[in-house]
Structures are given as C-alpha cells and as structure tokens.
Nanobody, 117 residues
Framework: QVQFVESGGGLVQPGESLRLSCVAS????????MGWYRQAPGKQRELVAV???????NYADSVKGRFTISRDNAKKTVYLEMNSLKPEDTAVYYC???????????WGQGTQVTVSS
C-alpha cells in the first residue's frame, strides 16, 4: 500500500507563493506518474498538474505559467511550485500516483491551500 506524506500548504495572500511536497513511499513499481489534483468546496476534484513516467508534464489551463511540477525519482517525491496565487486557487490539494502497469491510482490525504487577503 502506497503511503504519502504531504506538506507545504497554508494561508497566503493573493500574489504570493507556496511549494507543496509529497513523498510517496512503499511504491513497488518502477514506472508511475505523479501529480497533483485539487478540490474546492462544492466542486469536483480536478487535475492541476502531472509529471509522467516518460518525463512529460501537463497542466490545467488555469495554472499554466504560474505552477510548476517537478519530481525526484530517487526520493519518490513530487513538488508543486505555485506562484502568483489567486483566491480561486483555494482548495485541498491531493498528491496522486498512477501506476502505469496497472492503471491504479493512489491518493494522498490532502493539504489545504487558502489564498485570501
């Protein structure tokens, strides 16, 4: 069972930055995508960014140019650098791993990001 330790969430003002980190342990597969999703109150969970096992990255249109996803495979860690934060970025952010061989998803417990003046 994959276990996650997420960190970096918090309360910031509009225009400020945050960096989320997620360590995924007990992954027995070698090929997996890592990503971040978010869910705002009353809304469905949505993809924010993903780093594929092949080295590609994809972003939601709403965060392109502001957020950057990166990963350290040796540390089994994925990061999300969030700049120029907006109130509409307020949500619970979930770390995600998708095992390529099985297609199965694993989810972190979530970390709250609040952008407010």
């Amino acid at each position: 069972q994959v276990q996650f330790v997420e960190s970096g969430g918090g309360l910031v003002q509009p225009g400020e930055s945050l960096r989320l980190s997620c360590v995924a342990s007990r992954i027995i597969f070698n090929t997996y995508d890592m990503g971040w999703y978010r869910q705002a109150p009353g809304k469905q969970r949505e993809l924010v960014a993903v780093s594929t096992s092949g080295g590609n990255t994809n972003y939601a249109d709403s965060v392109k140019g502001r957020f950057t996803i990166s990963r350290d495979n040796a540390k089994k860690t994925v990061y999300l650098e969030m700049n120029s934060l907006k109130p509409e970025d307020t949500a619970v952010y979930y770390c995600n791993v998708r095992v390529v061989a099985t297609g199965r998803y694993y989810w972190g417990q979530g970390t709250q990001v609040t952008v407010s003046s």
